[in-house]
């Protein structure tokens, strides 16, 4: 059983850091095999040091590109990160970066060019104005062949639009980083553990507690080992 983290941040930023040899340190002290990271999003952020830790740990850490769709090269940088350097997904923050996820103009050349490299694209999902589950809808009808993630979701507050959206689109999936575990076991009994994948969101999280967290969202041992690493790994083709 392979035990995958789907959410991870590494880079500086005011208030929070994390290098990949922190990161590794802290998977290999709770038996985590792979970490999926990207950069902060905040300000003008790289991913560069995302390249740099992939060349340090390339079999245990996962390497997504970040972009602000407002640089107009952000189509151009996603490929440059798949193509060129190897990285496996992508990543958008919606909210940090001012957009709608919905946004025809300026995400849906980024789902274009996910669509053509076969990539995963996870996106802050704590149910704002810019990043609410209808938001996840429209996008997930849009581009049904792109693999979509809701971060977060949905915070508990949208759990139930979440679910609902999740068992209608095939391609929308749930990841649990800071989602309390009454709301993840709500999602596993309703979805069943397909729809449902384990991230946690360091380093803004106790590690080990978003870990321990999960061994209570199913009785299921099968059902566990794809939500903590399956599910992750077959959309990555791992
Ligand atoms: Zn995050």
Redesign the pocket.
Known sequence: MLVIDA?N?LGIRPGARQTGAELVAKIDAVGVDKAVMFPFVEGNFSNEPIKEAFDQFPDRLIPFCAVNPWQPDAADEVRRCVVDWGFKGLKLHPTINGFHLSDPNLVDPLFRVAEELGIPIIV?GASDLYNSPPEFALMAARFPAVQLLM?HMGFFWSVDQAISFARQYPNLYLET?RAPIFEIQTAVRELGPDKVIWGT?SP?VDYEWEFKKMERATADHDGYAKIVGGNIARLLNL
Request: glycine share 0%.
């Open positions: 959410h941040h802050h971060a980083s969101d803004f």
